[in-house]
């Protein structure tokens, strides 16, 4: 079964500093899909950026970016010059590019301070 | 536009109770999801769908049931309501699998069984 675990509970940076959240995934299959969600404190979750594994390029909307390793089952996301509405839950999400399960990670609560 | 719409917002349970949480959208997706996120914990997956008549177990699917008879409506029912069930869920839905597959979210319904 996959599994997609975020390490980070909490993390708290200053505005316009340059943030990083990590995200690790297990699983067999070849291709698949990655997805970086925001849910800020009104709990509608946003997409934020998403990988397709069969691309090498790393994905990046404006300011934010990801670091896709595959051989290290690796999907970090990459806040540039953070501002104080980044302050959410973000949540990392696999789905196999053959199914329709979508699995979460449990979240890392990021806190943008003036 | 509604996008994804779950009713009611806001629900307290006796024990042993049951109820149904309602989601419907009218984005005409194939694909439709329950999640239920525990205070400050990531999202499980309860049930999916892939179409109407068509439904499969998540990650945590006992306690509940669902059903899918149109593409609009997937309606989660809780069977006699435990405390272990207290939490927000979410409804979401998506066009299809391809690399666009972006979950749209409702605003969630948080549920308390007292």
């Known amino acids: ?114 | 536009n509604a996008g994804v719409t779950q009713t009611p917002k806001f629900r307290i349970l006796k024990i042993g109770q049951s109820m149904t949480l309602q989601c419907t959208q009218d984005m005409n997706h194939n694909y439709m999801y329950w999640y239920r996120q525990d205070p400050g914990m990531g999202l499980k997956l309860i049930y999916y769908s892939v179409g109407a008549g068509i439904t499969d177990k998540g990650e945590v699917p006992n306690g509940y049931n669902v059903s899918r008879s149109t593409t609009e409506d997937f309606p989660l029912r809780l069977e006699l309501a435990a405390p272990s069930q207290t939490s927000v869920y979410f409804c979401a839905s998506t066009k299809g699998m391809g690399p666009t597959g972006e979950l749209f979210f409702g605003e969630g319904s948080r549920l308390t069984v007292l």
Do not use: H
């Open chain 1, 1 to 114: 079964a996959q599994t997609v675990t975020q390490s980070q509970p909490e993390m708290s940076v200053q505005e316009a500093e340059t943030v990083t959240l990590s995200c690790t995934y297990d699983t067999s299959e070849n291709n698949y899909y990655l997805f970086w969600y925001k849910q800020p404190p009104s709990r509608q979750m946003i997409l934020v950026i998403r990988q397709e594994a069969y691309k090498q390029q790393n994905a990046t909307e404006n300011r934010f970016s990801v670091n896709f390793q595959k051989a290290a089952k690796s999907f970090s996301l990459k806040i540039s010059d953070s501002q104080l509405g980044d302050t959410a839950m973000y949540f990392c999400a696999f789905r196999q590019s053959s199914a329709s399960k979508i699995i979460f990670g449990s979240g890392t609560r990021l806190s943008i301070r003036p």
